[in-house]
């Protein structure tokens, strides 16, 4: 699989030789979904809380007489069935939204978004991405120059510098490819993978 070689101006330079078992695959639709759903909800945390008949603050007494009425018997106003009563199955603090997607199936569905994503044209590598002092504004720059608005770059090695000089930038997300996910890697426009990058991915996802 052949990947543009961008330059310092973001143009396509040469051609870079990819391994095909990481950026040459099928797309799966299906499988790329559920990998997507599994990491953003293992990402959700269980801070919501409803209460139940017995927690919520009403009073124990009979609302009306059993008989006579002509309604609905009810021994309290706290029932689920009245307004501002409890919850039947209310949601709880400790509830649990992860989801179980193993190896062989998370290698295979982000090779394949890396697949999709050359196939598209919204991915191409680079010989580096370094900077020599932690600042935004000569990053931010070079990304203008290179006409990227929205940029996820995957570097070999995240140093200091180049952690802070990225952090300030609102659509640029600099990480190693350890920290390579599917949602990044479906939410921004242009993929920038530098050389080193490319061997580490292989070993990752081939």
Same mark, same amino acid.
Do not use: C
């Given at each position: ?15 870079? /030789? ?11 639709? /299906? ?20 209460? @139940?008949? !017995? ?10 007489? %059993? ?26 603090? @400790? !509830?649990?939204?992860? %989801? ?26 680079? /010989? =580096?991405?370094?900077? /020599? =002092? $932690?600042?935004?504004? $000569? ?9 990227? !608005? ?8 995240? &140093? ?5 000089? =990225? ?13 390579? @996910? ?16 490319? &061997? ?7």
């Amino acid at each position: 699989m052949e990947l543009e070689l961008l330059n310092e101006q973001g143009q396509a330079a040469s051609k870079f /030789d990819a391994p095909e078992t990481v950026f040459g695959r099928d797309y799966n639709e /299906d499988l790329v979904h559920q990998i997507v759903v599994a990491f953003q909800a293992n990402a959700r945390q269980g801070t919501r809380a409803q209460k @139940d008949r !017995e927690q919520v603050h009403h009073s124990t007494k009979k609302p009306f007489k %059993q008989k006579g009425t002509g309604r609905a018997r009810a021994g309290m106003t706290s029932s689920p069935l009245w307004r501002g009563g409890g919850r039947i199955f209310p949601n709880m603090p @400790d !509830e649990n939204f992860t %989801q179980k997607i193993n190896k062989k199936m998370y290698r295979a569905g982000m090779a394949s978004i890396f697949s999709q994503l050359a196939r598209e044209g919204r991915l191409a590598v680079v /010989d =580096s991405i370094k900077v /020599d =002092s $932690p600042k935004t504004k $000569p990053l931010a720059a070079r990304f203008k120059a290179m006409n990227l !608005e929205s940029v996820l770059v995957i570097a070999e090695e995240v &140093d200091e510098n180049l952690y802070l000089a =990225s952090r300030n930038l609102v659509n640029v997300l600099v990480v190693e490819p350890r920290y390579a @996910d599917p949602v990044s890697l479906v939410h921004y426009k242009k993929v920038l993978v530098t050389k080193g990058a490319v &061997d580490k991915l292989k070993e990752m996802f081939a």
